[in-house]
């Protein structure tokens, strides 16, 4: 029985580093505007939606790196956002700074919500893979400070059953780690959303700058066709701030094809039809994990390099 999802990946321009919170909500909403007029379900937005991408410069007022951040889901600025969803009857996946006070500390996360068409929090995701670097790298046009500004997600990457289907989420650096998708494939995931910052130019590895958009696709393919699901992918595109970033938001089919794809490097919706149920063959047949993962020898091999430590080791 098909099971069709439409979804709109909601790709974003550069957002400047003075534009209030209310003008970039308003895009978001413009945007979402244009996905219902599509017909769509869901709406997926980039990264740290809210902001311009601020671990790219040492910021050391703890007031200033606050400012970035949101102390509230939905607050005065982002409630906007929930009433236009609930009204048009569509939901959206949003990612933004988190602050978070809920241990009796201030605590920084890179966070990422699913909200259902009734406007509600549904899930809740805290980024994992942290890219970059805790001190200043002198000699860098930019900086990657995200794990300087923000703690490990301390949420794991859960599934939830929402909207048709079972949805998961993963931020950006996530998408180029194969257990990202593992461990929500691992509870059937169907939908995978996510969002990117992603520089054109790695200043650590500056060989591979021409490869951004094509390591992009593969690391997003690759999770959708090996666990049998659809993914999402969408950027936050264009030079930001003096930071050039790629585009190239997708939509990845459970076969690894890609099914929309924006062209633009700015504003832009990219929309497909996402049978839910194409992920059935998948998971049923070449990945059904129960039949034919053998977890018992990755254990052995594990075990014999060290590879299992958090370092890894060089195979002996
Ligand atoms: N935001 C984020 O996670 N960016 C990283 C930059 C890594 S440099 C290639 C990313 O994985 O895209």
């Known amino acids: 029985m098909p099971r069709p999802v439409i979804v709109a990946a909601a790709q974003m ?11 970039v909500v308003a895009r978001l909403i413009q945007m ?27 910021i050391e007022d703890e007031a200033e790196l606050d400012s970035y951040f949101e102390r509230e889901m939905p607050g005065p600025a982002t409630q906007p956002l929930f009433d236009a969803a609930r009204k048009m009857g569509i939901g959206f996946k949003l990612g933004y700074c988190e602050l978070d006070f809920s241990t009796g500390k201030k605590r920084r996360f890179n966070t990422a919500i699913l909200v259902d068409k009734q406007g509600r929090i549904v899930g809740k995701y805290r980024k994992v893979h942290l890219p970059g670097v805790t001190d200043y790298k002198p000699g860098y046009p930019f900086q990657n400070l995200e794990k300087r500004y923000f703690e490990v997600g ?19 650096n996530d998408r180029r780690w194969p257990e990202t998708y593992r461990v929500m494939g691992l509870q059937g995931v169907e939908l995978v959303m996510l969002g990117y910052n992603t520089p054109t130019h790695n200043p650590a590895m500056p060989e591979t700058d ?3 958009n094509f390591h992009n696709h593969l690391s997003m393919q690759s999770g959708a066709y090996q666990n049998g699901t659809w993914v999402v992918g969408v950027a936050k595109c264009g030079v930001e701030e003096g930071v050039d970033q790629i585009g190239q938001s997708c939509i990845i089919a459970p ?37 034919h993962r053998r977890t018992e020898h990755y254990g052995l091999i594990l075990e014999r390099t060290g590879a299992g430590s958090p370092l890894g080791k060089a195979p002996v």
């Open 13 to 23: 321009g550069p957002i400047p580093k003075t534009q209030p919170r209310q003008e």
């Open 32 to 58: 979402m505007e244009r996905a219902k007029k599509m017909g769509a379900d869901i709406v997926v937005y980039t990264e740290a939606a809210l902001t311009a991408f601020f671990p790219h410069w040492w």
């Open 154 to 172: 301390d949420l794991g990457f859960p599934v939830w059953e929402t909207m048709g289907g079972k949805m998961g989420l993963a931020i950006c």
């Open 210 to 212: 021409d490869l951004g």
């Open 255 to 291: 076969s690894g094809e890609i099914v929309a794809q924006c062209t633009t490097l700015d504003d832009e919706v990219a929309v497909a039809v996402c049978d839910l149920d194409r992920c059935k063959s998948y998971k049923e047949s070449i990945f059904n994990f129960a039949k």
